[in-house]
């Protein structure tokens, strides 16, 4: 297991915002927690969106083999 420190800092919040953070925080989940856990999923959307714009890459560059090889392989089945 991968064990973190904890960090404190500042941070300026629109005061709309800070209040519905505030409305959304639990006795189980801090207006801290709830900031680093929108944090977290943030960063992982933008990984995600990173790595799908990579593969589409690498795709666009195979694209003109790849649907060669399925013209061929279409070639070989039957017609019903």
Do not use: H, P
């Amino acid at each position: 297991m991968i064990w973190s420190m904890r960090i404190k800092t500042s941070v300026t919040i629109d005061e709309r915002v800070l209040r519905a953070i505030d409305k959304a925080t639990t006795r189980s989940r801090s207006r801290s927690r709830l900031i680093e856990d929108a944090a977290r999923e943030f960063l992982a959307r933008r990984a995600r969106t990173a790595r799908e714009a990579r593969d589409l890459a690498i795709l666009n560059e195979c694209a003109a083999d790849l649907n060669k090889e399925m013209e061929d392989v279409l070639g070989y089945q039957a017609d019903i």
